[in-house]
């Protein structure tokens, strides 16, 4: 039995089952509104203050479940309603204050916010900007920082609060990871859904023999529905209507073989090349690091690759990309890939639709995934996209100087950029995960947390093709018939 870590993931849960199950039904539009009812019954509210305040902010989740503010490029928005319960004011003095002569703290704030009162310290807070100078100024620690965990997430610095105190999040910084959906303990912070969207394109295909869904679905799978085999949630995903189930590691066969090659063609020219499959680091690059952006391997995700790889086959396919990833359903709708991916949908948002259909994933009977390689596997973990890139090296035995930097989150991301904005990286190739420990922990996966690294192994061995040249020749691919370049 599925179970939820936290009240946030299944609240959001059963907004989207909702919002699903009316959509199958085809009676959403009428019964949106009786959601908030069905989830907050009352008469005692159940998380908030009241009732009636736990109300109005299902019905804003509803809303987002339905596909959010459409004048809003983000895919990730702020409830307003429901963000007002951290603390207002970031820095504040403590007891450990000790009244010192020397005002370090007062003499270091630009704002002139900080006063003494009885041999204390106290701070205005009408005329604090928050720049921390106080706290670094005390010589006891005295001033304390209680940062929002949806700021303190986010390593850009796209957050900031308004004249409300609200969080707002500025779309020009934002690299749309999803950090801040995970860490804010209200669900305060939601990225918008295409389950109705997906839904609707599943009706369309049972009435058109022309239109054949494909759900392809990210190898960090593995690691969601636990309490059953990965065959039954690939028959529980072909009930929901999907025409076929596609391995979106055997798109990373694919990705790791072309980006050999173009590592191996222009690393003399470029000197340093950086990965291409987190969307949340490439957007990083182009925002923070834009002198290096043409560093950025111009191979597609395995995401775009498969897509390309299901229509090339099939002229009839409209491709849905499963995974744990939010920046996924960004990198969906740029402008020069937005013809590969029709939909992009969460694992949670896959548990909702299983939910809503009443599909029961322990009665399900096996069906084989694709078999793709096990390194096409391992792209879910951060080090895999090195891993096999080396691989292909290794196999096609050519003679390089191959000098990987792993960045195992954003941070060590960040590190690596500068190293190499200013030439001094001690290496060649860096492999870019937003998320610590890879895809395995996208900020839409079931299960968040520390994964179990022996667990992720025996699933990634659980293939016949060790190779990836084996697994795109028993799928008789050949990448020359497909574009794997961005550009």
């Not at 529905?225 to 065959?231: D, G």
């Not at 009930?239 to 990705?255: C, P, S, T, W």
């Not at 996209?385 to 691989?391: C, G, I």
């Amino acid at each position: 039995m599925r179970k939820f870590e936290n009240d946030v993931q299944l609240i959001k849960h059963e907004v989207l089952k909702w919002v699903a199950k009316f959509a199958f039904e085809g009676t959403l539009e009428e019964k949106k509104d009786d959601i908030q009812y069905i989830i907050d019954p009352g008469p005692e509210p159940r998380t908030r203050c009241c009732i009636y305040k736990e109300r109005e902010i299902t019905k804003e989740r509803v809303k987002l479940a339905m596909g959010g503010n459409k004048d809003n490029k983000n895919i990730i928005e702020v409830i307003d309603v429901a963000c007002d319960e951290c603390p207002i004011d970031r820095f504040f003095v403590t007891e450990a204050c000790r009244g010192c002569l020397a005002h370090r703290c007062s003499e270091a704030c630009p704002r002139g916010a900080i006063y003494h009162v009885g041999g204390r310290a106290h701070i205005d807070q009408d005329k604090c900007i928050e720049c921390g100078r106080c706290r670094e100024a005390c010589p006891y620690n005295a001033i304390a920082d209680v940062k929002r965990p949806c700021s303190k997430a986010c390593i850009p610095g796209a957050i900031s609060m308004d004249e409300n105190k609200k969080t707002k999040i500025n779309n020009d910084k934002c690299i749309q990871c999803g950090a801040c959906v995970v860490q804010c303990p209200f669900g305060a912070i939601m990225d918008k859904s295409f389950i109705v969207d997906v839904i609707n394109l599943l009706k369309e295909s049972e009435n058109k023999k022309s239109v054949h869904v494909y759900a392809a679905v990210a190898p960090s799978i593995f690691d969601q529905f636990t309490h059953v085999k990965i065959e039954q949630v690939v028959s529980g995903i072909k009930k929901l209507g999907f025409y076929d189930v596609v391995e979106v590691a055997l798109g990373a066969d694919m990705v790791s073989l072309h980006e050999a090659i173009e590592y191996v063609e222009t690393i003399d020219e470029k000197k340093v090349v950086t990965t291409s499959c987190c969307p949340a680091f490439v957007n990083y690059i182009k925002k923070y690091y834009p002198k290096l952006i043409d560093k950025v391997s111009n191979t597609v995700s395995p995401m775009i690759a498969t897509a390309r790889l299901i229509k090339h086959k099939d002229p009839y396919a409209k491709v849905v990309f499963i995974g744990p990833c939010i920046a996924k359903k960004a990198e969906a709708m740029e402008e020069e890939l937005k013809d590969d991916i029709d939909y992009v949908l969460t694992f949670e948002e896959l548990a909702a639709l299983l939910d809503a259909a009443e599909i029961n994933l322990e009665n399900c009977s096996d069906t084989e995934l694709n078999d793709a390689s096990y390194y096409g596997r391992i792209f879910a973990r951060s080090g895999g996209v090195t891993e096999a890139v080396n691989h292909v090296i290794d196999i096609k035995n050519v003679d390089i100087d191959f000098k990987p930097v792993r960045c195992n989150g954003l941070k060590e991301c960040d590190k690596a950029l500068k190293l190499a904005k200013f030439g001094r990286l001690n290496g060649n190739f860096i492999e870019g995960m937003a998320c610590k420990g890879g895809c395995i922990s996208g900020p839409a996966s079931l299960h968040i947390g520390p994964k179990d690294k022996t667990e992720i192994e025996k699933y990634d061995k659980l293939v016949s093709e060790k190779s990836t040249n084996s697994s795109l020749d028993i799928s008789k691919i050949d990448i020359e018939d497909i574009n794997l370049s961005r550009t």
